[in-house]
């Protein structure tokens, strides 16, 4: 029997949670999907997560939720994350860090998924090689399922290209996000493992990346400090369906969704 | 009349150059192409250009070369390009850089098409604004011909978005190029411009980003200088077609291409 | 007859400006000085200047701001920064921003000073060109007079050395701010430019270039986003003093000054 | 009975060596120095370091080498790196990296010394953390001795006075290298540890830290690749002399050095 897992770009404020409120279940019936799992490091205003925009996200369907550098943004989520089981940041922030980088969770049809979440290092923060963290931390996973779901949350697309190579045959699927655009490389590598660049987001394309469009501009030409509101018209919703092989843990399908919601 | 334009993303050393050999005119053919338009920027051994590799361009049936920041790799490159009225590089370099930003070249059927060609400053060379520099070249470009195209060579999303809308209704299209990864997200903004974030890379795919995985991957895991060399297995094309209103310059639509060549 | 110019590096916060307070007067006493300029980028709270305390400044003697990168952190500043002509920020910022890059100021011995602010582009902000923004503004000091102060506001040491070059013979100093660390290569360049990598900061030195240690190292130890608080204690007066010929606006002297005071 | 260190800021190509080559002994002699320490990683030409160039700066009475981001830039040292006990690279660089990262010396009086070299994370290599890592090296080589000298080759200011808090008390000495240019800030800090943030280079200084300036100053007004050639005028050695109180291992004394050799 395949797994099916839904991944969802960063959900960008409001009007992203929102368009997943309406259209989220409709999504995992056309799909046939098992797990959903959500990018969720934008979902509390633009800047990241509170308890109640996580709780949000999982009242639409979303069964864990991933993140990345801005999951520190809002100061409660350093306590909430420690007793959220169904939220991971990057697993390569360093020891002592609150919350955890990894987690397994069943589908309802009692099938265990490991979720690894991971940031990249090229124009980002400094932290733990990702790749070694992968290493150890897949070692871990597989003690307990051989379907692992890898959020890798990088800049460059030549690390995270990397990473997928890197992961390719030991992991279920290496999907990207933190550019916020969905990029069209879908595909299985040569071992089974699918990868994609970047699963987009969840939130306005009215707007540069979720945000007003006026203001990032602004920011571009007057190189002065800028606030940023969310943006809230035009929205869709970024997603990529993995289908797996539940016995080998390896990809049999992956297939880029953008659905338009208004 | 529309006329039709294929933009081909980072052609990647001489795997990219005998694809196109091989598959550029079939394309042209399908697509109806008015006129082929390709960054160059790694066409030499995947880092520059020389005159002995773009003379292979021009002869696969490419009209303009553009380009970015490799296009300084090749030291030849100084001198050709000064006298090689078919390539620009970035409008944006410093007073005084060999070359020229735009250039105005005819379609077969006599339609007069500006290129321009920019470079995003985020994670990049410390350019003049492209934004301002946009606002200049095209002013001068339309008082030759209505249809404008822009290659935005740039890292950031966020950039290359702000771009975008910056110059929506002003330019047929901004296209992006430099990550090598095509983007899903080609559309047509509210004014009229054809968007798309990247356009990708053409060149192997069993590849990071043109060059061989194993070195790539190794310059990650040990944080040492590496060589790269350009990867040879699994070459596809990665454009995308602008059809342009010839009397508006605006666009009609927009169609992402990838094509598997072997 | 010489010109002294004293030049106080970023004054940090409430500390630094009660250091100038107490002791400015004393040090341009001792150095005969004829003109105190500070760069005042961190006066207000560690962030950005506000009318208050750049008021502040003037009252302790303190007779021309410079600025920088986070001159732009208060908001009230870029009104302020418009009706004040004390003030300058960086030249290079683009056109349409508010205040000026540049002034004549007048000693009280009735000789003119031209003051020119730069900001370097390695590792900041996308700015134009601070070497040929540079030319352009000297030559329109130089119809006023032959004495011109530049301060650089940079992080790299090999931009802030070569702009230093680059000015050589052509103005009286090219002294360094932005680190926050005074640097021990005071010097006259051979065609008579004085020139210091970094003039260093005015405020706590029990500190973390001006913020508390424990915030800055927990930033460090963490990588997540963190509050900086100015730091009380040992606080210092960095500076510079130059000697310049009014004749010729060479520098005849360079002296560094680094002076505890509690 | 105090120990007395030296070490020498960055040594740039073959006018730095022969400048030690002239005045080392001299140095040595006047401050009784015990055990003389380099950083080596532009020794050879200006970039990285081989056999040959390590032979000469030992002849000239160097008794270990640091280094830090350059140190690869010649292949030849990968291997020599592996059998040669007197050199060391950043410690914090991945498991597997050739080298260590580590070593003891004696002096000729027979005290141990520790040596610990780091490398900054902020505008530089994505490495492990220099905090922890050095919280694990210093746990080890204490078994060995009381007396650690650190070199932490690094970028950013307020990251290497960061870790100048964070080891005070458990280290002699914190000395910073990398920008080249040295810095007017050494002291003691409050429990005891040497601490100054740039050592300085040992090279030309009619350049930009250390290559010709020409070619400097043209990379940064045209933005274009450039190659860089080392200087040859001016040649100054700066250094800096610690006093270790044996027993502690903490700092007695520290003293800039910057001698002007022709
Ligand atoms: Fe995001
Ligand atoms: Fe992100
Ligand atoms: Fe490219
Ligand atoms: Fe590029
Ligand atoms: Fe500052
Ligand atoms: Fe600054
Ligand atoms: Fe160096
Ligand atoms: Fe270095």
């Not at 098992?34 to 800047?47: Q, Y």
């Not at 969905?182 to 493992?193: H, K, P, V, W």
Request: overall charge negative; charged content about 25%.
């Amino acid at each position: 029997m395949p797994v099916k897992l839904l991944f969802i770009g960063d959900v960008i404020g409001k009007p992203g949670r929102e368009a997943l409120s309406r259209e989220l279940h409709r999504i995992v019936d056309r799909h046939m999907v098992d797990l959903v799992i959500a990018n969720g490091e934008n979902a509390a205003g633009g800047f990241g997560l509170t308890e109640e925009t996580a709780q949000d996200l999982f009242k639409c369907g979303v069964q864990m939720i991933t993140s990345g550098n801005h999951i520190w943004d809002k100061k409660d989520a350093l306590e909430y994350i420690k007793r959220e089981d169904r939220i991971v940041r990057p697993a390569n922030y360093p020891d002592g860090t609150p919350g955890k980088g990894t987690t397994i969770v069943k589908t309802p049809g009692g099938v265990k998924v490991g979720i690894l979440n991971l940031e990249g290092r090229v124009f980002m923060n400094n932290l733990d090689c990702p790749f070694r963290c992968a290493d150890k931390e897949i070692a871990k996973l597989k003690e307990e399922t051989p379907i692992i779901f890898v959020d890798f949350h990088a800049e460059a697309t030549s690390e995270k290209v990397s990473l997928g190579w890197y992961l390719d045959g030991r992991v279920a699927a290496v999907i990207g996000t933190h550019t916020h655009v969905q990029t069209a490389d879908e595909r299985i590598l040569t071992a089974g493992t699918a990868y994609m660049t970047d699963a987009g987001m969840t939130g306005s394309f009215d707007s540069v990346i979720g945000v007003k469009k006026e203001e990032a501009i602004l920011k571009f030409v007057t190189q002065r400090p800028s606030k940023f509101e969310v943006a809230k018209k035009d929205i869709r919703i970024n997603a990529v369906a993995i289908e797996v092989d539940e016995r080998t843990g390896l990809a049999l399908n992956i297939e880029r969704i953008n659905i338009a919601c208004g």
